[in-house]
């Protein structure tokens, strides 16, 4: 039940990870090559039991850090789904997420690929993440700058692949002006259609 293919595989040991300590407890006591971090169990393909032991991350939690007039700072941890995130900042009036909805997966892994949707990519809004080292268990936050996004590309698939595990994000939503961007594709002659024009 935790990849989005339904394969039926499994794992030689399987722990669900719903605290920073309950992971850092695990990374001690278990050597990095040894396991296999699962978030939404979604941009993968399993062919075949895992020998390994799955750590599902499953921190949970969204909060507001900041609000301005024209903007907000919004936490959410990993574990997150990311499409119900998306769907809370839309429901909250938090506008810049919106192209990406229906994006399968959790919001933990959504800065490894940096994903996007529609013309408009997870870099846009992001402000920065957290993140555990595997080894070392130093906990280390990385800007926008650090994260190094390029197209569904970040430091975390390079220099940095297999060695962090990310705890949380966070984002940089707009809260008055919002900008839609419905120039991709088809948008605005699906809209048309449907006699959206607002």
């Given at each position: 039940p935790y990849n989005t293919f339904g394969i039926d595989v499994r794992a030689s040991k399987f722990i669900k990870i719903q605290t920073i300590e309950d992971l850092k407890k695990i990374l001690r006591k278990t050597y990095a090559e040894e396991l296999f971090i699962l978030g939404g169990?979604?941009?993968?393909?399993?062919?075949?039991?895992?020998?390994?032991?799955?750590?599902?991350?499953?921190?949970?939690?969204?909060?507001?850090?900041?609000?301005k007039d024209d903007y907000a700072i919004i936490k959410a941890h990993a574990g997150e789904n990311w499409h119900e995130f998306v769907m809370h900042c839309v429901e909250q009036g938090y506008g810049g997420l919106e192209n990406m909805a229906l994006i399968p997966g959790n919001v933990g892994t959504a800065p490894v690929q940096n994903i996007g949707a529609y013309g408009v990519e997870l870099k846009d809004h992001f402000y920065s993440c957290t993140a555990v080292h595997r080894t070392t268990l130093e906990q280390k936050t990385f800007s926008r700058e650090a994260c190094r996004f390029g197209y569904r590309d970040s430091v975390f698939k390079n220099e940095l692949k297999d060695q962090y595990v990310i705890t949380a994000v966070i984002f940089r939503l707009d809260k008055t002006n919002h900008t839609l961007h419905t120039g991709y594709g088809a948008i605005q002659e699906v809209l048309a259609e449907k006699q959206i024009n607002n």
């Open positions: 169990g979604s941009n993968m393909l399993l062919t075949g039991d895992i020998h390994k032991t799955v750590l599902q991350i499953d921190l949970k939690g969204k909060e507001v850090l900041e609000v």
